[in-house]
């Protein structure tokens, strides 16, 4: 096994790149993502979280999850697209405590037109 890193530097993501984010079966409906499968995370003043394609597959993000991974869908969102979100930055935040360097927070609001938004931009690449 590898050896635990120190740290890491925050990076500037690309527009082009994509996120990666774990909903649960519960923010699902017929297929569809809930708009409230689009919150911040612990509190509102947090950010929502995400993993950058850059060092992680979608795959390694629903294995991440805190129940069985068959109990999310993983969504692609872009990064561009959701910075272009009212009120929503991109901010690469990696976890050195959970040893991930992917993890990205989108901060701000997530307000009805917010969730909308998002649930337009976001692509399911591993369903339920």
Do not use: C
Request: hydrophobic share 35%; no cysteine.
């Amino acid at each position: 096994m590898a050896d635990a890193v120190d740290s890491w530097s925050s990076e500037e993501i690309p527009a082009e790149d994509h996120l990666w984010m774990r909903v649960h079966r519960n923010d699902l409906e017929d297929g569809e993502i809930l708009p409230r499968a689009f919150r911040n995370r612990p509190k509102d003043t947090d950010g929502m979280s995400t993993d950058w394609e850059k060092y992680r597959t979608a795959q390694d993000t629903r294995n991440d999850g805190r129940v069985a991974p068959g109990n999310y869908a993983v969504i692609r969102l872009n990064v561009g697209e959701v910075r272009e979100i009212p009120d929503q930055t991109v901010v690469h935040t990696p976890d050195l405590e959970k040893q991930n360097r992917a993890h990205t927070d989108v901060f701000g609001v997530k307000n009805p037109q917010a969730r909308v938004l998002l649930i337009r931009a976001a692509t399911i690449v591993i369903p339920l």
